[in-house]
C-alpha cells in the first residue's frame, strides 16, 4: 500500500544544534547513518552560487558533537548538493554534480565509493552529462535515481542501475512540465515507488509520482504547494514525511506529512529557519527524527542538526 496512517500527528522540534559553519555560506545538506555512526555531507564555498564549492563530510557517534572527516575538491569544479546513497553490498556512496565553466556551467553527476564515510577515493563520473542525478534509492537489485536536464528543454528522467554506476535511462521523460527538477525518492514495503517532484515554472506546484514495478508507467499528483529541496522517508509505521523549503507566509524549512491517496502534503513543524534554506536529510532512529538542513536565519548560511519528536 502507498497510504500512511490517516490518524492525526504532532510533531516537536526538541533541539538544534549547528554543526557546520567554517565556512562562508555552508549548505545543500544530507544525512545517514552508517556503521554504527552519523554521517553529514554538505557544500561549503563563498556564495550560494560561487564557484568554489567543495563537499565536508562530517560524522558523529552521538549526533550532538560532530568531527570533519573529509573534504573532498575538485580543482576547477564546484561540487555541488552531495547525496548519499545506502548500498546493499555494505559500502557508502556520495553522488553530486560538478559544475565546471563562468558564463555557462555545465554539469555532470559524480559519484564516489567508500567503506568507512572518511575514504572516498576518486570521482566516477555517471548518468549523461547536463542531466544532473539529484538523488537515488535501491530497491531489490538495482538502483534507480531521478535527474533532470539542466538545460533546455526541461525534463526529469529516471534512471536505472545493477551497481550503482553504470546509470542507465530506465524512463527517459519521466516528467516534462513546468521545469521538473530536485526529487525525493523512497520504495514502500510493497514495492511501490513514490517521487516527490519539485517544478520551478508554470504553476511551480510539485508533483507526487507513484509506480509499481518495473517503474515504467507514472501516475502524477498535483500537490498545489511550491517546494524546495526535497526529500522522503517513510517511517516503519508507513507514515510518509517529506523535508521541503516552503515558500507561502515566511520562507523555512520545514516537515510535512505525505498523503498519496488524497495527494496532499500537509506541514507538520517548521525548523527554525530563513532565507537561504532548505535541502534536508531525514533520518529516523531510535524513535527520534534527526534532520539536517542549512539556514541563514542567524546571519551567516549555516548547517544545522535538528532532532523532531512525533507523537500520535
Keep these: 500500500m502507498t ?5 492525526r500527528r504532532t510533531a516537536e522540534v526538541t533541539a538544534v544544534r549547528r554543526i557546520g559553519d567554517s565556512a562562508p555560506h555552508s549548505a545543500f545538506t544530507d544525512l545517514i547513518r552508517y556503521a554504527g555512526s552519523w554521517f553529514c555531507a554538505f557544500r561549503e564555498a563563498r556564495t550560494h552560487l560561487s564557484d568554489d564549492g567543495v563537499l565536508r563530510v562530517l560524522t558523529s557517534t552521538d549526533g550532538r558533537s560532530w568531527t570533519s572527516a573529509t573534504v573532498i575538491a575538485q580543482a576547477g569544479t564546484d561540487l555541488r548538493d552531495p547525496r548519499f546513497v545506502a548500498r546493499p553490498d ?4 556520495l553522488l553530486a554534480a560538478a559544475a565546471t565553466g563562468a558564463a555557462t556551467k555545465t ?3 559524480v559519484t564516489w565509493l567508500s567503506t568507512d564515510g572518511h575514504a572516498w577515493g576518486d570521482p566516477t563520473p555517471v548518468g549523461e552529462p547536463g542531466v544532473w ?7 531489490d537489485d538495482a538502483m534507480y535515481g531521478v535527474g533532470y536536464a539542466t538545460r533546455e528543454p526541461r525534463f526529469a528522467r529516471l534512471y536505472r542501475s545493477t551497481d550503482g554506476v553504470d546509470l542507465r535511462q530506465w524512463v527517459p521523460t519521466l516528467f516534462e512540465d513546468g521545469y521538473p527538477n530536485e526529487s525525493g525518492l523512497v520504495f514502500a514495503p510493497d514495492g511501490t515507488a513514490l517521487c516527490l517532484l519539485r517544478r520551478d515554472a508554470a504553476t511551480a506546484s510539485a508533483q507526487l509520482g507513484t ?3 518495473p517503474y515504467r508507467d507514472w501516475t502524477w499528483t498535483d500537490l498545489g504547494v511550491q517546494v524546495g529541496g526535497p526529500t522522503l522517508l517513510r ?3 508507513g ?7 516552503l515558500h507561502e507566509g515566511e520562507v523555512r524549512t520545514a516537515i510535512c506529512v505525505v498523503d498519496p491517496d488524497r495527494g496532499e502534503l500537509t506541514e507538520l513543524v517548521a525548523l527554525p529557519s530563513g532565507g537561504d534554506t532548505s535541502y534536508p536529510g531525514l533520518v529516523w532512529h531510535d524513535d527520534l527524527l534527526r534532520v539536517s538542513y542549512y539556514s541563514s536565519h542567524e546571519g551567516r548560511t549555516c548547517v544545522y542538526l535538528a532532532e523532531v519528536s512525533l507523537t500520535g
Design 3 to 7: 497510504s500512511s496512517p490517516t490518524r
Design 133 to 139: 542525478v539529484w538523488r537515488a534509492a535501491w530497491h
Design 239 to 245: 507514515l510518509l514525511l517529506a523535508g521541503v523549503r
Design 90 to 93: 555494505g559500502r557508502l556512496q
Design 235 to 237: 517511517l516503519p509505521d
Design 107 to 109: 554539469f555532470q553527476t
Design 211 to 213: 509506480a509499481v514495478p
